[in-house]
């Protein structure tokens, strides 16, 4: 074994739960690092920080490709500084490498933030037949017992010569276990699968998918069907929102697209149009 390979097999004498089981890094290897795909390593450890963190200092020494899964964080970071914990083994928790390089102008690689959400929610629909939707810009929304709950996050950091992009997902939370009564799992939405293997194998292979067919389309999102597909599947556009902006500004309207930039364009009640490309964005109510 490798060393996190040990490291992984030591810490599953201490499972809380026998539905909890560590992941297996050297068979999701043998099944994702092929030589001919994008993914180049697989890395899991039983407990960091932060997965963006350690991969993101990693970064200049490490090809594209490189992923990073812990099955515990203590510092996990959402949006906006927020914290991300949860028990061990309850979730994936994982960060990917990817480094477009020249194939991408650099005013495109923002939109790997929602690429990684459309990625996510695919892969997590195919494998554990959820109905998902998207929080713009990079929440995974689930329905809990009819209600809108938020079961994953993603964040992406810019390193020297790319992108690191985080990926957390409640699978097994239970409602007792959540961190705030707003937040869902794969478990309480009722998922068919709830093992956590092939759900990262699926949300990896449709990250594989999507970047490439992204990048072949030098980033742009309207040939590569990123943008069509990501506003198909927002739950937040023709919703009422308010937009938290940067410096305390708040915007309220009805949200309407996600524009080339990958800005959610918001219509005001006096009728003007303003592009948000950074904030917290709350849901209000629908609008018909």
């Given at each position: 074994m490798t060393p996190s390979d040990a490291s992984a097999g030591a810490s599953a004498g201490r499972w809380s739960s026998l539905e909890r089981p560590p992941l297996n890094a050297a068979a999701l290897r043998r099944a994702l690092v092929t030589g001919d795909g994008l993914w180049t390593s697989l890395e899991v450890v039983p407990s960091t920080g932060s997965t963006n963190t350690d991969l993101a200092t990693r970064a200049p020494e490490l090809p594209e490709g490189a992923v990073l899964v812990a099955e515990e964080q203590s510092a996990g970071r959402g949006r906006l500084d927020r914290s991300w914990v949860a028990p061990a083994r309850s979730g994936l928790f994982f960060s990917v490498l990817f480094k477009p390089g020249a194939a991408v102008p650099q005013e495109q690689w923002g939109w790997l933030t929602l690429l990684a959400g459309v990625a996510t929610a695919t892969g997590v629909s195919r494998a554990a037949g959820v109905d998902t939707a998207l929080k713009w810009p990079n929440d995974l929304l689930v329905s809990v017992e009819g209600e809108e709950r938020k079961a994953g996050g993603i964040l992406a950091e810019r390193v020297a010569d790319g992108i690191v992009v985080g990926i957390g997902l409640n699978v097994t939370l239970s409602e007792e276990e959540l961190?705030?009564?707003?937040?869902?799992?794969?478990?309480?939405?009722?998922?068919?699968?709830?093992?956590?293997?092939?759900?990262?194998?699926?949300?990896?292979?449709?990250?594989?998918?999507?970047?490439?067919?992204?990048?072949?389309?030098?980033?742009?999102?309207?040939?590569?069907?990123?943008?069509?597909?990501?506003?198909?599947?927002?739950?937040?556009?023709?919703?009422?929102?308010?937009?938290?902006?940067?410096?305390?500004?708040?915007?309220?309207?009805t949200a309407e697209a996600v524009d080339t930039d990958g800005r959610l364009v918001i219509r005001t009640s006096e009728g003007t149009h303003e592009a948000v490309g950074a904030g917290d964005v709350v849901h209000l109510r629908s609008v018909h």
């Open positions: 961190p705030v009564p707003a937040a869902g799992s794969l478990l309480l939405a009722r998922a068919t699968v709830t093992d956590r293997e092939p759900l990262l194998k699926a949300v990896l292979r449709s990250l594989e998918e999507w970047y490439g067919n992204w990048r072949a389309a030098a980033g742009d999102p309207a040939a590569s069907g990123l943008q069509e597909t990501y506003a198909a599947g927002c739950a937040t556009l023709g919703r009422h929102v308010r937009a938290e902006l940067p410096g305390g500004r708040t915007l309220t309207g």
